[in-house]
């Protein structure tokens, strides 16, 4: 099989966004305890959070982490976690139907991010309460000291404003799940009024609105109509979410999800542009991809917990999928679908980022390990940083439910200028036939392979384990090479790719 692609150093999209490779962090299973903070731990620090976890996300070089929910938020009391420990109240988590002790919050979590070199990205409860609650939680984060609320964070050890710029106007509030569930219209209003109640505050905000759960709700994109329609001149961004699973065993049609995951992003985008015309407004809107990634293996086992057949225990293990090879191609298309409306999309979350749904997992007392999806966010986030561009491809593709033509070439390109690099990531998603990929170089001058990664695997359910952390790991690729401004390179069947050429003569 043939594809071939056409990279030209002028067809740009945009300058990605750092904030693409963000992640999400919610007080859900063993995400915080055990997870990010475990005192115990061997390799603790003087916050109680663990070192090697730090590592792992520095590795992954996170730009900016969502926090505390998800769903998690809409029944939360900020207050609940500030404070003295031993005086912070135990609660029933009304979301995951557990017990939430409150030994982490706003405090904890800002060390934390400060140690793993990430942003912090707030998330406010807009489910079980309202106005007030958004706007004394702001001003107790970044308000000055002589004020009440920034008084009272001093005297809980932390004098400066915490400076946090992204807040989330609630979760999901699209979702019947959802406690404080709305509709469009209930929560437009609402969203505009926190949202001009916060500018008051610091006009400087990057405010972001929730949009649909999935393009598969019955609202979905009214919802973002009406929504936008209440507050578009008041926000920056709007939140979209998407999970992805192989229920049904098809690999084909797992593979081909990325189409649908465009397509929602067009519409919003579309949906955007007609609310903005409405408005008469030069507002330009963008998409926060707040959380994604693939969720299906933890579903049956984590059921009875979730029903709260198991009662209200503390940090249960829950939503710990582990994940597959095949869930390496998925992650893969993901991303390039990001980078490519990387025009539109200027956040992403994945969700999340240990042990729930994580490219990190830990042992209590023990290692912390990679799954296999590390390694695609990993590529992505270290060297997807740069120009996007508009790539021309001819590749070979087949139907499927979600959409028609689905190349079995899925690729992207990043072109850094300043670094002197452009970096491909490419997806076969044909399972028994190689890809001869020609890629023609315009405009770049002078290119060699400076470094060439490839994930395959024998078998698309391998997995790492925490015994066997290195089943499924990158492998230097061969035989990519750059000749007459043409790199060719030969795509195994269902692998990932990472090719980076160094441009100019050195
Ligand atoms: O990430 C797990 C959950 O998925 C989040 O709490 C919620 O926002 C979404 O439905």
Excluded at 396 to 420: C, F, M
Aim: proline letters at 5%; hydrophobic letters at 40%; one cysteine or more.
């Amino acid at each position: 099989m043939k594809a071939s692609v056409t990279a030209h150093r002028d067809y740009r999209i945009a300058t990605i966004d750092d904030r693409l490779y963000g992640a999400f962090l919610e007080h859900l299973g063993r995400a915080v305890y055990t997870g990010v903070y475990e005192p115990d731990h061997p390799t603790a620090d003087a916050n109680g959070m663990r070192r090697d976890v730090i590592d792992l996300v520095k590795e992954l070089n996170v730009p900016i982490v969502r926090y505390p929910g998800g769903n998690f938020v809409s029944a939360y009391n900020w207050e609940d976690g500030v404070g003295p420990r031993d005086k912070r109240p135990t609660r029933l988590d009304l979301a995951w139907h557990t017990s939430e002790s409150n030994a982490v919050g706003v405090h904890e979590f800002a060390g934390w991010c400060e140690a793993a070199g990430a942003q912090m990205m707030l998330a406010i409860n807009l489910g079980s309460r309202g106005l007030d609650e958004a706007r004394n939680f702001v001003e107790y984060v970044n308000g000055p000291a002589g004020s009440y609320w920034g008084d009272l964070r001093k005297a809980n050890g932390r004098a400066e404003p915490f400076g946090v710029r992204h807040w989330c106007l609630g979760n999901e509030m699209d979702g019947p799940w959802q406690v404080g569930h709305k509709t469009p219209h209930e929560y437009g209003r609402l969203a505009n009024e926190v949202a001009k109640t916060l500018r008051a505050f610091d006009k400087s905000l990057e405010l972001i609105v929730c949009g649909s759960s999935n393009s598969d709700m019955a609202t979905y994109p009214e919802w973002e109509r009406v929504v936008l329609e209440n507050c578009y001149d008041a926000v920056d961004h709007i939140s979209l979410h998407m999970y992805f699973n192989n229920k049904a065993k098809n690999t084909a049609e797992y593979l081909a999800l990325g189409e649908k995951l465009d397509a929602y992003i067009g519409t919003i985008a579309s949906t955007i542009d007609f609310v903005r015309a409405v408005k008469r407004s030069r507002r330009k809107v963008t998409i926060s991809f707040d959380e994604w990634n693939v969720w299906y293996h933890s579903m049956t086992q984590d059921r009875e917990m979730l029903a709260g057949e198991k009662g209200w225990p503390h940090a249960p293990a829950l939503l710990e999928d582990i994940y597959n090879f095949e869930d390496v191609l998925q992650v893969g298309c993901i991303l390039n679908t990001f980078i490519r409306r990387s025009d539109v999309v200027r956040i992403a979350c994945i969700a999340q980022l240990v042990n729930v749904i994580a490219p990190i997992m830990t042992e209590p007392g023990g290692a912390a390990w990679r799954q296999t999806i590390f390694y695609p966010y990993y590529f992505a986030s270290r060297f997807g940083r740069g120009d996007s561009l508009k790539l021309s491809v001819t590749s070979p593709g087949y139907d499927s439910q979600v959409a028609d033509n689905v190349p079995y070439l899925d690729v992207s390109a990043v072109h850094d200028e300043a670094g002197g690099t452009l970096t491909f990531f490419a997806v076969n998603r044909h399972g028994r036939e190689t890809l001869d990929l020609d890629v023609s170089l315009q405009g770049f001058g002078p290119a060699r392979v400076g470094d060439h990664q490839v994930m395959t695997s024998a078998r698309l359910e391998d997995v790492n384990t925490l015994a066997n952390p290195k089943a499924v790991t990158p492998k230097p690729g061969s035989g990519a090479k750059v000749a007459d401004d043409v790199l060719s390179a030969r795509l195994a069947p269902y692998s990932y790719q990472m090719i980076r050429l160094k441009l100019g003569g050195a």
